[in-house]
């Protein structure tokens, strides 16, 4: 592979809730120009919205999802641009990955397999795991005199803690 080859690469970037939308877009721009400063070809660029973040970061529970395509042929800026990402206090976290380049038609084929996807898994949720719980509920039936006997046991202790 030639050293000065573009390759394609993807950037997702968090940008912290505490921000409007109209306030994203701003530094939307300025990412994109820290990329073009750097060299890169800007490409295909998705706004994915507000969505709650798998585990709090820095107090933030929810943050605006930025996607963005760009070509850069010097893989030596890809560590500069990760640096300059993690320093900039708008952005909550940044990720840099080669990828592939879609066409426009390979995109909406994508789009149209992950609009599908929650359908598919809600059928399998109600088969595959309500089943064996119903089973599991059945199998362990206890009398009530049964409880109540052991919860006089339980009281009847002095060490409750």
């Known amino acids: 592979m030639n050293e000065n080859e ?3 690469y993807e950037l997702l970037y968090i940008i912290p809730n505490q921000y409007t939308e109209d306030e994203c877009q701003n530094i ?33 529970a929810h943050g605006y999802y930025q996607l963005s395509e760009f070509e850069l042929d010097d893989r030596s800026k890809i560590q500069e641009l990760n640096s300059a990402l993690r320093l900039d206090k708008e952005i909550l976290r940044a990720q840099i990955i ?31 795991i309500k089943k064996p719980l119903a089973k599991k509920a059945e199998s362990k039936k206890v009398s009530i005199e049964n409880l109540d006997e052991k919860l006089e046991e339980i009281l009847k202790t002095d060490n409750l803690l």
């Open 6 to 8: 573009l390759k394609n």
């Open 28 to 60: 939307k721009q300025k990412i994109d120009q820290l990329l073009v400063k750097h060299g890169a070809i800007l490409g295909y660029e998705e706004f994915l919205g507000k969505k709650k973040l798998a585990y709090p970061i820095k107090q933030i």
């Open 98 to 128: 080669v990828k592939k380049k879609l066409t426009d038609a390979e995109r909406a084929k994508l789009k149209k397999r992950e609009e599908e996807r929650p359908l598919e898994r809600e059928e399998k949720t109600d088969s595959a």
